[in-house]
Structure formats: C-alpha cells, structure tokens
C-alpha cells in the first residue's frame, strides 16, 4: 500500500515531525492549516483572507496528493472565537458547499495569537462524483 508524505518545505514541519499531508492508498490525510499563507509565511489579520489561505494550502497539498477539494470525506476547524461567525461562515461555504463533506466547527486556542483558523481534511481519492 502506497505511504507518500507532503511537505510544503517549511521548516515547522520538520521541527515538529508531521506532513502536511499523508497518502495512505486512496486516503489522503491533511494535516491542521492555519492561515499563514504557504508562500511568503505572511499571516493575514482578517479571519476571512486567513481562510482563504488555509484553503488554498489544502487545495494545493490535495492536488500534491492526486486529490481534490471534490473528494474530501471530512473536514474539522478550529476557529480561536466565535465572535468570526458571521464573517467566516459564507467563505467556509464557498469551499464546503460543493463537497458536502461531514464537518466539525469548534471553538479553540491555537499556538500561536495572530492565527484565529486551523483546517484538517480527509479525502478518498476516486469518491468525486459518486
């Protein structure tokens, strides 16, 4: 069975020993995204650009794997106040709503303070469209 790791090159994951994600056979395992953005290591204030860039780190790290947004099976975010509902829950809908993946939304404290987002994903590669 086919064990692939994913790293986007920085060097927290290699401090603290993860993938960003993990290819199990048709799994595919994506790490907890924050809104840091994956290329210039830049953290947006807003919750909603931050959002934005957790996805499209998700996105890339699924295409990476031979994945997609269209085959994500489950989804969990930690949003660091409830008071981002209103502002978060349209850009969430924006990915979501095509895939209908089942979700968990919680109210969390993440590591470091400017991050108020982090999104892990499980996705079954060849499930789009079943």
């Given amino acids: 069975m086919e064990r692939r790791s994913i790293s986007t090159g920085l060097a927290y994951e290699d ?15 994506v790490s907890g995204t924050t809104g840091r953005d994956r290329i210039t290591n830049e953290i947006p ?22 994945s997609s947004m269209a085959e994500v099976v489950r989804g969990r975010i930690a949003v660091t106040h409830r ?11 924006h990915y979501l709503r095509p895939v209908k ?5 919680y109210v969390a ?9 982090e999104i892990d994903v499980t996705a079954l590669r060849g499930s ?3």
């Fill in 45 to 66: 204030e807003g919750i909603a650009e931050q959002t934005h860039n957790t996805f499209k780190t998700i996105i890339w790290a699924l295409e990476e794997a031979g």
């Fill in 83 to 93: 008071s981002y509902e209103a502002e978060l829950l349209p850009v969430l809908g």
């Fill in 101 to 105: 993946p089942a979700l968990t939304i």
């Fill in 109 to 117: 404290e993440l590591l470091d303070p400017r991050l108020k987002i």
């Fill in 128 to 130: 789009a469209g079943r």
């Fill in 15 to 29: 401090m603290v020993g993860y993938s960003r994600a993990l290819v199990v056979g048709d799994w595919v395992f």
